[in-house]
Nanobody, 119 residues
Framework: QVQLVESGGGLVQPGGSLRLSCAVS????????MGWYRQAPGQQRQLVAV???????TYADSVKGRFTISRDNAKNTVYLQMNSLKPEDTAVYYC?????????????WGQGTQVTVSS
């Protein structure tokens, strides 16, 4: 059974930093493309950052230069380092895994972790 467990959310002041973690079990982690998405109240879930199995990264324009996604295949964990946080970064952040399965891809989500940026 595949499980994604996020941690590291919380309340932080504008300009502060947080580091989110997502631990994955039940899959061959190194083969997965991993991503972070976020959903603010009343808005659709949107992509924040992704990292491929080969380590290539993609970021939403709104977080470029402030957020960094990384992965540790030995720990089956993906991270999102968030610096220079803004109130508009407030959202529930979700970890996503895309796992190759034969000729198709299976997708899994974590339960989400709340990030609140406020003074």
């Amino acid at each position: 059974q595949v499980q994604l467990v996020e941690s590291g959310g919380g309340l932080v002041q504008p300009g502060g930093s947080l580091r989110l973690s997502c631990a994955v079990s039940g899959s061959i982690f190194r083969r997965n493309a991993m991503g972070w998405y976020r959903q603010a109240p009343g808005q659709q879930r949107q992509l924040v950052a992704v990292i491929t199995s080969g380590g290539s990264t993609t970021y939403a324009d709104s977080v470029k230069g402030r957020f960094t996604i990384s992965r540790d295949n030995a720990k089956n964990t993906v991270y999102l380092q968030m610096n220079s946080l803004k109130p508009e970064d407030t959202a529930v952040y979700y970890c996503n895994a895309k796992m190759p399965s034969g000729i198709s891809t299976r997708e899994y989500w974590g339960q989400g972790t709340q990030v609140t940026v406020s003074s």
